[in-house]
């Protein structure tokens, strides 16, 4: 079973990887990057989880139970936290599959990823990043993410957020 500590590390290497994607291309691998959002939080998830419970889960439903605010579990999250895991949960798994669990539209459509998308993958590891801070006092490395698709005046703590150029 990884350690808190073992989590934390590859949250930190996850992390770096959805910096060098992006810099690579902020505009593509939409995707990837939204991947590499959800793949952070799930390692700090299992930190989180390693800590409360010593416990590891072999699936994301095993996870995401346990993480539940509403099923009592030791390593439930506030409600802010468990919504942002189960939201990027859902962005990756569009992103991953091109498909949308959450439209009224159950058709075979394919749903690809858009810089909205993204933004929003952003958000939610933000607020799973504030949490683990305020819960662990965890200092993860500040990366700088090219996009327009956060403000440069929201209040991102994990990257710093940078314009892309215009030529």
């Given at each position: 079973?990884?350690?808190?500590?073992?989590?934390?590390?590859?949250?930190?290497?996850?992390?770096?990887?959805?910096?060098?994607?992006?810099?690579?291309?902020?505009?593509?691998?939409?995707?990837?990057?939204?991947?590499?959002?959800?793949?952070?939080?799930?390692?700090?998830?299992?930190?989180?989880?390693?800590?409360?419970?010593?416990?590891?889960?072999?699936?994301h439903?095993?996870?995401?139970?346990?993480?539940?605010?509403?099923?009592?579990?030791?390593?439930?999250?506030?409600?802010?936290?468990?919504?942002?895991?189960?939201?990027?949960?859902?962005?990756?798994?569009?992103?991953?599959?091109?498909?949308?669990?959450?439209?009224a539209?159950?058709?075979?459509?394919?749903?690809?990823?858009?810089?909205?998308?993204?933004?929003?993958?952003?958000?939610?590891?933000?607020?799973?990043?504030?949490?683990?801070?305020?819960?662990?006092?965890?200092?993860?490395?500040?990366?700088?993410?090219?996009?327009?698709?956060?403000?440069?005046?929201?209040n991102?703590?994990?990257?710093?957020?940078?314009?892309?150029?215009?030529?």
């Amino acid at each position: 079973m990884a350690s808190f500590e073992e989590h934390l590390n590859q949250a930190e290497r996850n992390l770096r990887f959805l910096e060098l994607i992006n810099s690579n291309g902020f505009n593509e691998y939409l995707d990837w990057q939204v991947t590499a959002c959800f793949y952070v939080v799930v390692h700090l998830a299992n930190g989180h989880i390693a800590q409360a419970e010593d416990k590891h889960y072999r699936t994301h439903n095993q996870v995401l139970s346990s993480l539940n605010p509403y099923e009592g579990s030791p390593a439930k999250l506030p409600s802010e936290a468990f919504i942002a895991y189960d939201r990027l949960r859902d962005l990756s798994r569009r992103s991953r599959y091109m498909v949308s669990d959450r439209s009224a539209n159950k058709s075979t459509n394919m749903y690809l990823t858009t810089t909205r998308h993204l933004s929003k993958a952003i958000r939610h590891l933000d607020t799973f990043i504030k949490f683990m801070h305020g819960t662990y006092q965890i200092n993860l490395p500040q990366i700088t993410f090219v996009t327009d698709a956060v403000r440069q005046n929201e209040n991102i703590a994990f990257c710093k957020i940078q314009k892309p150029a215009r030529i």
